[in-house]
């Protein structure tokens, strides 16, 4: 049987956003130690990095399917790819040897500068060798519309075990769903339609016999309809960070001790992400006072431990 799953709103709202100068990619860089991954007369075995990926693949199906448009409401939903191909999504490139960490920062720029192809399911991860110390590393990007900040790491977490993994076992077999005619498309959309007046019906007659909780929704609605829109009135601070961008991305990182940022969290309280924000916060002030800017808008802040 054919199968679809429509985008809902946020995730459509990542689609449009998306232009020449804007990718709505969520995106990470992680380098590791390539151990049993290199291969007796060198480089990394990256036939088996793809075999072990296959054979978890099952658990997040979405990485299997690709965009469909609905006719008539022009909306997206997310399909099984019948074309789709591992060998695409998992790619390898190497670093001239010995590759420091100002050549992967680059080579990671130009990664994310690039669009994914909306006609295959919207993900990459690129596996890089060459790295001096015999590391590699993992460059994953997946687009905002199929998974959050968080959710994008489910992929890494599948990989990734605290001890190396010499035997797996094999993927079970995937087939895919077929892909709806566009006539089941549009038939499915004008049975939506058609059913909004029933369940605009059915809302207004649950509003009638709970007047209070409506009339606490309705104020809750409104609250956050005001906030949007001065948000959207308000005029953002005039500062460096805050100019035309272009197609083109860098990419940079700032290495931490864990053991350390611990030890803030114990003697300060709070939590580990608190201790980063802190520090994220504190750089970007100590941006501005050494370009000279001061942000319009001052906002007083309470902080409370929990």
């Not at 793809?50 to 979405?62: V, W």
């Not at 809750?220 to 961008?245: F, G, K, M, Y």
């Amino acid at each position: 049987m054919t199968s679809y799953e429509r985008l809902s709103v946020q995730d459509r709202l990542h689609l449009d956003l998306e232009d020449r100068d804007v990718q709505m990619q969520v995106a990470g860089v992680f380098v590791f130690e390539a151990g049993p991954l290199l291969r007796e007369n060198g480089g990394v075995d990256i036939e088996r990095v793809r075999d072990y990926l296959e054979s978890k693949l099952f658990l997040i199906p979405r990485y299997r399917q690709r965009l469909a448009w609905i006719p008539l409401e022009d909306h997206p939903a997310w399909v099984d790819d019948p074309s789709f191909n591992l060998q695409y999504h998992v790619r390898h490139t190497h670093l001239p040897v010995p590759g420091d960490e100002r050549q992967l920062k680059r080579l990671v720029g130009r990664i994310f500068s690039q669009h994914l192809d909306r006609g295959k399911p919207l993900w990459e991860l690129w596996v890089v060798e060459g790295l001096e110390h015999e590391r590699i590393a993992l460059v994953l990007k997946v687009h905002h519309c199929m998974v959050d900040g968080i959710a994008s790491t489910e992929l890494l977490q599948m990989l990734l075990s605290a001890e190396p993994q010499k035997s797996f076992d094999p993927p079970p077999v995937w087939l895919p769903r077929p892909v709806p005619e566009s006539r089941e498309l549009l038939e499915g959309a004008l049975r939506r339609r058609l059913a909004t007046p029933l369940e605009v019906g059915s809302t207004l007659l649950r509003a009638v016999r709970k007047p209070r909780r409506t009339l606490a929704w309705a104020q809750a609605t409104w609250e956050s309809l005001r906030l949007a829109l001065d948000a959207q009135a308000s005029t953002v601070s005039d500062t460096p960070l805050n100019l035309p961008i272009g197609p083109h991305r860098r990419f940079d990182w700032l290495g931490f001790d864990v053991a350390e940022v611990k030890r803030v969290k114990r003697e300060l309280g709070g939590t580990l992400n608190d201790v980063v924000l802190a520090v994220v916060a504190g750089g970007v002030a100590a941006f501005f006072e050494q370009r000279g800017v001061t942000p319009r808008e001052q906002v007083d802040l309470d902080f409370r431990v929990a």
